[in-house]
């Protein structure tokens, strides 16, 4: 099996996500990612890049979006680099589910999602760019 890349540049528009979503496919069947890992992939490159499209700019002008898949053998990286506002989402708390969902806080599960499949989840923030790095062991064909 051998290593292979994906990198894509969005804009900070949420008609994007389509176009994300396409590429990763294509990405998958041509890797031999498993449809489950693919569906994974999906959960967590959607909640990541959503969440800098709605919450990372303070103004409405466009912003680029970096999206990274660096596969080499079952480890799948994948990067999302922004210029956007700093925030680290690994620095938020875990939600508590013990806790009514109505009595519960809004926002948080979003991560706890991406963590919850993923081996690793790291933020840097480097100049004005934010980077956020999730690490997940995949199956292959």
């Given at each position: 099996m051998s290593d292979?890349?994906?990198a894509l540049t969005l804009q900070n528009q949420r008609s994007e996500v389509?176009?994300?979503?396409?590429?990763?496919?294509?990405?998958s069947r041509e890797t031999g990612i498993s449809d489950?890992?693919?569906?994974?992939i999906h959960l967590?490159?959607?909640?990541?890049?959503?969440n800098v499209i709605k919450y990372a700019f303070r103004d409405s002008g466009p912003h680029t979006i970096e999206v990274t898949l660096a596969l080499s053998g079952p480890?799948?990286?994948?990067?999302?680099?922004?210029?956007?506002?700093?925030?680290?989402?690994?620095?938020?708390?875990?939600?508590?589910?013990?806790?009514?969902?109505e009595e519960r806080?809004?926002?948080?599960?979003?991560?706890?999602?991406?963590?919850?499949?993923s081996d690793s989840v790291t933020y840097r923030r480097h100049g004005r760019r934010n980077t956020l790095t999730v690490v997940r062991t995949v199956t292959r064909s």
């Open positions: 292979a890349r994906l389509a176009r994300l979503t396409a590429a990763v496919d294509h990405f489950e890992d693919l569906h994974n967590i490159l959607d909640e990541l890049v959503i480890r799948l990286t994948m990067t999302v680099e922004d210029d956007g506002e700093s925030f680290d989402p690994t620095a938020h708390p875990e939600p508590d589910l013990e806790v009514p969902i806080p809004i926002g948080g599960l979003g991560i706890h999602i991406v963590r919850s499949l």
